[in-house]
């Protein structure tokens, strides 16, 4: 029973760099989310999907940051020219029922 | 303006006494409420949750109370293990499935035995 999986782990990156997160969710789980977590905070919702669409795209900080799931399964979190300021744990969870949501391990972001 | 808060920082508790972790919110549309744990260099575990029309809910060891009118949950860990030492955080969700969750910023209890 595979839980919601994220590669990398760890992404360091310099200033001005392009990133891709992916996110792997828990089979047959319907609804993707994406959030971001700074040190000393709770999660904060960056983005939300059911299926292959954006429902809820309203958290994203501004257009550097895009997310697509083209096949209503694996989600890719992309963000262009980093910025210190987006250094962050994001994490992925996935959800059958849009209440309880099932997190991945996360991916640490450090820009240099 | 946070939504849920979580005013303790921090908690520490004898093993095998009673941990209660208390969190605040502030929008009345929310409906559900769920409790997730969370280790370092891991993600949020999902514990336990309540939807707005009960008071409680227990599960094991872990009971959560719900006060509407206070706008006030807490989770109750008894006895409480030094394997429960972790970061504990509220989260709340509106009345529409697949909304996103709000969190707290987090309460870290320590467990001593």
């Known amino acids: 029973g595979a839980g919601v999986s994220q590669t990398p782990s760890n992404k360091v990156t310099e200033k001005g760099k392009y990133v891709e997160l992916r996110c792997d969710p828990i089979s047959g789980h319907t609804a993707l989310y994406w959030y971001r977590q700074s040190l000393g905070q709770g999660p904060e919702f960056l983005i939300y999907f059911q299926g292959t669409g954006a429902a809820d795209d309203s958290g994203l900080p501004n257009d550097r940051f895009f997310a697509v799931r083209p096949e209503g399964s694996v989600s890719t979190l992309k963000i262009q020219r980093t910025e210190r300021g987006d250094s962050a744990v994001y994490l992925c969870?996935?959800?059958?029922?849009?209440?309880?949501?099932?997190f991945g391990p996360g991916t640490r972001l450090t820009v240099l | 303006d946070q939504q849920v808060k979580q005013n303790s920082p921090s908690l520490s508790v004898q093993e095998g006494r009673i941990s209660i972790l208390n969190c605040d919110y502030t929008n009345s549309m929310f409906d559900y409420f769920l409790w997730y744990k969370k280790y370092p260099a891991e993600g949020p575990t999902f514990l336990i949750s309540?939807?707005?029309?009960?008071d409680k809910n227990e599960d094991g060891r872990f009971t959560v109370f719900l006060n509407k009118s206070a706008k006030h949950l807490s989770l109750h860990i008894v006895p409480s293990q030094p394997g429960d030492s972790a970061v504990y955080f509220c989260?709340?969700?509106?009345?529409?499935?697949?909304?996103?969750?709000?969190f707290g910023k987090g309460t870290t209890l320590s467990v001593s035995s």
């Open positions: 969870a996935s959800s059958q029922t849009g209440n309880e949501q099932f």
């Open positions: 989260a709340a969700i509106g009345n529409q499935a697949g909304t996103a969750l709000i």
């Open positions: 309540i939807s707005s029309i009960k």
